[in-house]
C-alpha cells in the first residue's frame, strides 16, 4: 500500500491535532486514523473489565481482541467510535479516559499489538494519521509528516475553555499539571516515545488559530501531494 499518501499529524496533547487531522481529511477525502482513539479504547475497555492499567499482558491482548468500529458521520464528517458495538464518543474523551491511555500507550507489548491495526487504515484515496508516533513508527514511509506543537500553557488554556463550553468544570492550574505528566510520559517512554520524524515539518501553534493551521497543513498538502484543495 505505499503507493497510498499518508499525511501524519504527531504531537503532544493539545496541539490541536484531532481538529486540525478531521479536517484536513475531510477535505482532502482521505480516510482519518485518530490513534489516540484506539489507545483510550483499550483503556476504557479495559477499566470496564477490571484490568489493571499496569497489566501488559492482559492490556495488548485486549487490544487484540477488541471489536473496535470507526464509522464517518455523513452530515458532520465526525468520526464516531463504537466499542462492541456501542458508541462510546463523550467517555473516551473525559480527563481520566485520557489519562489511562497515555499510561497504556507507554507499554511496548499494546503498541505493538496496535501497530498493524493502524497500518490497516491505509485505503485509497489517502490517509490523514493524527497521533503521537504515526511519523516515526508507524507510518515511516509517509509522503508528508508534520509535528504540532504548542506550549504547555497555551494548551491547557485551550482544554480550559474546549471544557467549559461543555459545561464540565475545570482548573487551568489542574489541567497544566496533567499536561505535564502526559508530556513527560509520552516523550521518556522506551517504546516509540514522542519526539518529531527526522524529516517532518515542526510547526508551533501557540501563535496560530484552527483556520490557520489548517491553511498551513493544506498547502503543505498541495506542494507534496499535488492535490487540488477546494
Wanted: charge should be negative; charged fraction near 30%.
Amino acid at each position: 500500500m505505499s503507493e497510498v499518501p499518508v499525511l501524519t499529524l504527531d504531537g503532544p496533547s493539545g496541539s490541536g491535532k484531532g481538529t486540525i487531522a478531521s479536517r484536513v481529511a475531510r477535505t482532502l477525502g482521505w480516510h482519518l486514523l485518530d490513534s489516540g482513539a484506539l489507545y483510550r479504547l483499550v483503556a476504557l475497555g479495559a477499566a470496564r473489565r477490571g484490568i489493571p492499567m499496569e497489566d501488559e499482558a492482559a492490556l495488548a491482548d485486549y487490544a487484540l481482541q477488541m471489536d473496535v468500529v470507526f464509522e464517518v458521520q455523513p452530515d458532520s464528517g465526525e468520526v464516531l467510535a463504537k466499542l462492541d458495538g456501542e458508541a462510546v464518543g463523550d467517555a473516551i474523551r473525559t480527563e481520566q479516559c485520557g489519562n489511562d491511555a497515555s499510561k497504556v500507550a507507554a507499554l511496548g507489548p499494546v503498541r505493538e499489538a496496535l501497530l498493524q491495526r493502524q497500518r490497516d487504515f491505509r485505503r485509497p484515496p489517502g490517509l490523514v494519521a493524527d497521533g503521537r508516533d504515526m511519523g516515526t513508527t508507524v507510518f515511516p514511509d509517509a509522503g508528508l509528516k508534520i509535528y504540532l506543537t504548542a506550549s504547555a500553557e497555551v494548551r491547557a488554556e485551550r482544554r480550559y475553555k474546549q471544557l467549559k463550553e461543555k459545561g464540565i468544570s475545570a482548573s487551568v492550574a489542574d489541567l497544566f499539571r496533567e499536561i505535564a505528566e502526559r508530556d513527560a510520559r509520552d516523550t521518556e517512554r522506551r517504546s516509540s516515545p514522542l519526539k518529531p520524524a527526522t524529516d517532518a515539518l515542526v510547526l508551533d501553534t501557540s501563535s496560530l488559530d484552527i483556520n490557520q493551521v489548517v491553511d498551513q497543513v493544506l498547502e503543505q498538502c498541495r506542494e507534496r501531494f499535488d492535490v487540488n484543495v477546494r
